[in-house]
């Protein structure tokens, strides 16, 4: 028993050194190669947001395209074919090229760093554990499945694209996993594939639906983050603006017009729309430099910090960082390039 305890220990021990030692690295090999550079921005103070954080929305959207990525695979394929060390290793190494690239831009804020490490970590243990359960018990059954999907191969796919969908404008703790762990169970049939399907699945989701209640209260008592921001637009005039919805005039400057708009999705649709009806944007949060990623056939692209396969679609991921003043050419330019616009970074 005494052996036996102290393997539990070490493999524990292996674990959590295995788990953070992705953060050393960045810590230690990865840190910023150039020192902050100077911008005197147009808006207030009070409207500004740290531009290291462009940089670091993208590893917690990257766990929001992993989902989507999963989603797809599972369409038509079986969860053993995701190839789960990659998407890992892709948060990761994509996290290191960022932080290399965050000098110019003040670097990474400290406590929202220490959050994307929280973050990086959970992510990791939760495919590494999925992978484990994935690529022995639940590849058996696929194989004794045979080639013909169950009920619950293809509810689970619908339920992965949902919650995939959900994730890129709602934090994941608000999802429903009782919701979803009770689908399973109304609409698994007797074959084998389905009594796994809800008996894993299940597990998964009930989990998680308490760890969710555990977040959400965690949470309740903190300040929230706020849901729009400032930015400085040219090209439009005030009425041509009023034409968008969700977007407030504020003021008008010599350098442009000052508007009031959502965050997240909604501001990658925004900003989008502008830039097709000739607007042009100055300063973004008192910002002058955004990070945004696009999505073509080319498996290079020189202007990218970082780029990677994503999985199902069969295409490739470009992480670009660009001035503001060039965001709307970009936008306005990405058909030409071949590149489909996935999603802005806002700060």
């Not at 147009?42 to 590893?59: C, D, S, V």
Request: contains cysteine; hydrophobic residues 40%.
């Amino acid at each position: 028993m005494r052996k036996f305890l102290k393997l539990v220990v070490l493999l524990i021990l292996l674990l959590v050194v295995g788990l953070t030692a992705p953060v050393a690295y960045i810590e230690l090999a990865c840190r910023p190669t150039e020192t902050a550079s100077t911008y005197e921005p147009i808006l207030l103070p009070e409207h500004h947001r740290a531009e290291g954080k462009t940089l670091l929305t993208y590893p917690e959207w990257h766990i929001v395209h992993a989902y989507d990525d999963y989603a797809k695979v599972i369409s038509t394929s079986d969860p053993h074919d995701y190839r789960y060390l990659s998407s890992i290793g892709g948060f990761w190494t994509s996290l290191c090229s960022l932080s290399q690239a965050s000098g110019p831009h003040g670097g990474f804020p400290s406590s929202f760093k220490q959050t994307i490490y929280t973050i990086g970590v959970s992510f990791s243990a939760e495919l590494l554990a999925k992978a484990l359960y994935e690529e022995t018990i639940g590849r058996a059954a696929t194989w004794m499945r045979g080639d013909t999907r169950a009920p619950l191969d293809d509810l689970s796919a619908d339920q992965a694209e949902q919650y995939s969908a959900f994730l890129q404008q709602v934090p994941w703790y608000r999802w429903d996993f009782a919701r979803d762990a009770q689908a399973l169970t109304v609409n698994a049939g007797d074959a084998l594939r389905d009594r796994e399907r809800r008996f894993a699945l299940g597990i998964e989701y009930r989990t998680k639906a308490q760890y969710a209640k555990v977040i959400a209260a965690a949470v309740a008592n903190m300040e929230p983050d706020a849901l729009r921001l400032r930015l400085i637009v040219t090209g439009l005039s005030n009425e041509e603006l009023t034409a968008f919805d969700s977007l407030n005039i504020i003021a008008e400057h010599d350098q442009g017009i000052e508007i009031d708009t959502p965050r997240y999705r909604e501001l990658t649709v925004l900003l989008s729309k502008m830039a097709q009806a000739n607007g042009d944007f100055v300063e973004i949060a008192g910002n002058d430099d955004i990070l945004l990623t696009a999505t073509s056939d080319s498996a290079n692209l020189d202007e990218a910090l970082y780029s990677f396969t994503r999985q199902g679609y069969g295409d490739f991921r470009h992480l670009i960082l660009l001035p503001v003043t060039d965001l709307a050419d970009t936008l306005r330019s990405l058909d030409g390039q071949s590149l489909h616009l996935e999603h802005i970074h806002d700060f």
